[in-house]
């Protein structure tokens, strides 16, 4: 089989296979965008395969990501989460996420979704899909546009880029290539 990426890696395949570009469910829950969010913003800078390995760690160390607990950790909480090696021990991530999840928590009260700001900037569906990673943008108005509004709204580590990123991860981008076999399966 043709991957986009991932092949040779059991864990990598996996996350190519069932995860990436394939959407969300129709309502999905606000703490699996919040992890997808925080785990894209903990990637930047370092590799996709270094994230997956530690996952399992990032949801144990942020409580599942449920966006009430998060937004309630403390110096405590920042503390214990620069001492876990399980995850990624970088403190302007660590702040992020937890800023992440209290904006989230705000958006929540003020009657807003995450789900439908994402999904607000999904671009329209590629015409023909992608014949190399080169073709493939880093960054698009859509993700711009969402950076912009995530900002306003008070989160952080989301950039374009890793917004972007996001954007794939859950579906709402099918940048798998045109020889991928996942591509084929949705046809």
């Given at each position: 089989m043709e991957r986009c990426f991932g092949t040779g890696d059991p864990l990598y395949e996996h996350y190519h296979?069932?995860?990436?570009?394939?959407?969300?469910?129709?309502?999905?829950e606000e703490s699996l965008l919040l992890e997808?969010?925080?785990?894209?913003?903990?990637q930047s800078g370092?590799?996709?395969?270094?994230?997956?390995?530690?996952?399992?760690?990032?949801?144990v160390a942020f409580a599942g990501f449920d966006?009430?607990?998060?937004?309630?950790?403390?110096?405590?909480d920042v503390a214990r989460l620069m001492a876990d090696s399980g995850i990624i021990r970088n403190e302007r991530k660590i702040r992020a996420a937890i800023a992440n999840?209290?904006?989230?928590?705000?958006?929540h009260v003020a009657g807003g979704r995450l789900a439908d700001?994402?999904?607000?900037?999904?671009?329209?569906?590629?015409?023909?899909?992608?014949?190399?990673?080169?073709?493939?943008?880093t960054r698009t108005p859509g993700s711009e546009a969402l950076s912009?509004?995530?900002?306003n709204l008070g989160f952080r580590f989301v950039g374009p880029v890793t917004l972007y990123s996001t954007m794939q991860a859950i579906g709402l981008v099918n940048d798998h290539l045109a020889s991928c076999w996942v591509r084929e399966t949705e046809a």
């Open positions: 296979d069932t995860e990436w570009g394939r959407p969300l469910p129709d309502d999905p997808r969010l925080v785990l894209e913003g903990f370092l590799n996709w395969i270094m994230i997956l390995r530690k996952r399992e760690a990032f949801r966006p009430e607990t998060v937004a309630g950790f403390g110096e405590e999840a209290k904006a989230l928590v705000a958006l700001i994402f999904t607000e900037h999904a671009p329209s569906p590629a015409l023909t899909p992608p014949e190399s990673r080169d073709e493939i943008p912009h509004r995530l900002k």
